[in-house]
């Protein structure tokens, strides 16, 4: 058996699920989550845990069992705490500053550049250069922050550009550093 996908997932008090055909909801403070559970996939919920069956033994099926439990997880720890995601813009000049649901970035084009956020997701902008996401659903945020790195992600000579928080930049030599090397 999966080691993960045979492990409960408790939940926690104020934290309620439910399940409709093979939609699975689950509620709690921090906002409410839905899942179409995989065919042939059982979820149980009985008292406070939820538990995941899967239909056959094939390794395929082992690999969606801990998928699952672990996307449930993801779904319940979501609705108690939130997840959030930091992320660190480099360069002289380059800002940004948050208008409702809009994140308003300053990246060094001609132009500024207006983020949208999607509904569910929520910034907070730290001495213009620090951007702190919030969500309850793990994938959606990671998703936001991909795009928004991607607006202007970090290049290895002089740093500038945005990058996770908790992510290093490998640096590389200039053409100075490489030519003086050479003579």
């Not at 042939?40 to 069992?65: C, F, L, M, Q």
């Not at 620090?130 to 202007?152: H, P």
């Amino acid at each position: 058996m999966s080691r993960i996908g045979k492990l409960p997932v408790h939940l926690e008090k104020g934290v309620k699920a439910s399940l409709s055909g093979s939609t699975l909801k689950i509620e709690g403070p921090k906002g409410k989550l839905e899942m179409h559970v995989l065919p042939g996939y059982g979820v149980e919920i009985a008292d406070s845990t939820i538990t995941v069956k899967r239909p056959g033994d094939s390794n395929d099926e082992r690999a969606r069992h801990g998928l699952t439990r672990k996307l449930i997880a993801n779904m319940v720890n979501g609705v108690t705490k939130g997840f959030t995601r930091v992320l660190e813009i480099n360069g002289v000049g380059y800002r940004a500053e948050v208008k409702g649901t809009n994140i308003n970035l300053t990246l060094g084009y001609s132009h500024p550049i207006v983020y949208q956020l999607p509904p569910g997701v929520t910034a907070k902008v730290d001495r213009q250069v620090v951007i702190t996401l919030e969500s309850a659903d793990r994938q959606l945020i990671g998703s936001v922050a991909s795009e928004i790195r991607g607006l202007r992600p970090p290049e290895p000579y002089k740093g500038k550009g945005i990058k996770y928080a908790e992510e290093t930049i490998r640096r590389k030599a200039g053409k100075a550093a490489a030519g003086s090397a050479a003579a």
